[in-house]
């Protein structure tokens, strides 16, 4: 059976409606073009830490005015 699905957070989610039974052995095949945009190592590092609700550009540009006020 092949399943599609896509990657959240580092873990595999499969589309909507598939259901496999708790400790069910999967094999999961990356597609070749994936390595066309590889995020480099310092940026997947930080991944996860900052919060999702956090604007950055938002609080990128009050950190620049408040060093500069």
């Known amino acids: 059976m092949i399943v599609r699905g896509h990657a959240?957070?580092?873990?595999i989610v499969l589309e909507e409606?598939?259901?496999?039974?708790e400790g069910t052995t999967v094999s999961v095949e990356?597609?070749?073009d994936?390595?066309?945009?590889p995020i480099h190592p310092?940026?997947?590092r930080?991944?996860?830490v900052l919060p999702a609700e956090l604007d950055v550009e938002e609080a990128f540009v009050s950190e620049i005015?408040?060093?500069h006020a």
């Open 17 to 21: 409606g598939v259901c496999l039974p």
């Open 46 to 48: 930080m991944m996860g």
């Open 34 to 37: 994936y390595s066309k945009h």
């Open 42 to 44: 310092e940026v997947r």
């Open 30 to 32: 990356v597609p070749e």
């Open 8 to 11: 959240s957070n580092g873990v």
């Open 65 to 67: 005015l408040a060093k």
